[in-house]
């Protein structure tokens, strides 16, 4: 099984899922860079920023116009056994980031 999940365009943010392991190619954050195992991978976890969270219940928050400034608060939080990854997903589509992140925490040992 190889697929890429391609989060954003530009920067480029992907993610690569391989049988055995998983690469990560993040130019907002070119330390994520690499190809990961699954077996040192513990959680994922999709992170919204408070406000945004908090917002997303007030459907008129939604046409405010400073609003995308908060998403960039947002991030797929992937802890590894010997470090924590944190993928800014400022412009990135959200739905794929929860497809990621379910894959992901299915694949942990």
Do not use: C
């Not at 999709?46 to 945004?52: D, I, P, Q, T």
């Not at 400022?90 to 925490?105: C, F, I, P, Q, T």
């Amino acid at each position: 099984m190889n697929e890429t999940i391609t989060l954003r365009n530009s920067p480029k943010l992907d993610i690569r899922l391989q049988k055995d392991m998983f690469e990560i190619v993040d130019q907002i954050t070119p330390n994520n860079n690499g190809s990961y195992n699954y077996d040192s991978l513990k959680a994922v976890r999709l992170k919204k920023g408070w406000l945004l969270t908090l917002l997303s219940y007030i459907p008129f928050f939604w046409t405010v116009p400073f609003e995308p400034a908060f998403r960039n608060r947002t991030h797929l939080n992937v802890k590894l056994a010997e470090k924590t990854l944190r993928i800014w997903l400022v412009g990135s589509d959200l739905y794929k980031a929860a497809s990621v992140k379910r894959e992901l925490n299915m694949k942990k040992v």
